[in-house]
């Protein structure tokens, strides 16, 4: 299986971008039964995890992005999606999609970079 992130790039403070990760090989039943999470990596630091949804829907995040950010899936077309608003610098960084359980490698990332 293969995660290819899309959807990055340049915007200023308060903007939005919206992610869009795709699971290929991946067959429809077993994407279906996945938690997938969104992370984010700034450089020199750990990859930190943004937000999580389960296989039933349900969402977490961490508190930096609360009340700001959106996950969703649609489990149909193999993705799961990241809309961010309200953009601040200290959000810049190559983010990740990733089945939260482990198993399947780590897709190549988007480039979110985030001016002041």
């Known amino acids: 299986v293969q995660l290819q992130a899309s959807g990055g790039g340049l915007v200023q403070a308060g903007g939005s971008l919206r992610l869009s990760c795709r699971a290929t090989?991946?067959?429809?039943?077993?994407?279906?039964?996945?938690?997938m999470g969104w992370y984010r990596q700034a450089p020199g630091q750990q990859r930190e995890l943004v937000a999580v949804i389960s296989s039933g829907g349900t969402t977490n995040y961490a508190d930096s992005v609360k009340g700001r950010f959106t996950i969703s899936r649609d489990n149909g077309k193999k993705t799961v999606s990241l809309q961010m608003n309200s953009l601040k610098p200290e959000d810049t960084g190559t983010y990740y999609c990733?089945?939260?359980?482990?198993?399947?490698?780590w897709g190549q990332g988007t480039q979110v970079t985030v001016s002041s």
């Open positions: 990733k089945d939260f359980q482990g198993g399947w490698d």
């Open positions: 090989g991946s067959i429809f039943s077993v994407f279906r039964g996945k938690d």
